[in-house]
């Protein structure tokens, strides 16, 4: 079965870094957009920035200065790259991925990570 699995969460604080890693496991041959998503308490999930097989990539506004996402696509991996980080910032971060190719099925649906913690607080 294909799972996602986050890493790289924790507690920082205001103007610090973090990384956050993704890992697709499974019998994976290609994954057609993967990426990250937030859910602040008392929110809705929103997009935080994902990317295309082809290198395209979509950010939220609010982030698309500070943040940056990358994809090993022969891994099925997916990294956030969170620079100067803001208290708005604390959420649960959710990697995604759309469109799994598996060497039986092909799931044109999402699939969802549990979730990483990120809290930017002094």
């Known amino acids: 079965q294909v799972q996602l699995v986050e890493s790289g969460g924790g507690l920082v604080q205001p103007g610090g870094s973090l990384r956050l890693s993704c890992a697709a496991s499974?019998?994976?041959?290609?994954?057609?957009?993967m990426g990250w998503y937030r859910q602040a308490t008392g929110e809705e999930r929103q997009l935080v920035a994902i990317?295309?097989?082809?290198?395209?990539?979509n950010y939220a506004d609010s982030v698309k200065d500070r943040f940056t996402v990358s994809r090993d696509e022969d891994k099925n991996t997916v990294q956030l790259q969170m620079n100067n980080l803001k208290p708005d910032d604390t959420a649960v971060y959710y990697c995604?991925?759309?469109?799994?190719?598996?060497?039986?099925?092909?799931?044109?649906?999402?699939?969802w990570g549990k979730g990483t913690l990120v809290t930017v607080s002094s």
């Open positions: 995604n991925a759309v469109g799994v190719w598996t060497t039986t099925t092909f799931y044109n649906g999402q699939y």
């Open positions: 499974g019998s994976i041959s290609r994954i057609n957009v």
């Open positions: 990317m295309s097989r082809g290198g395209s990539t």
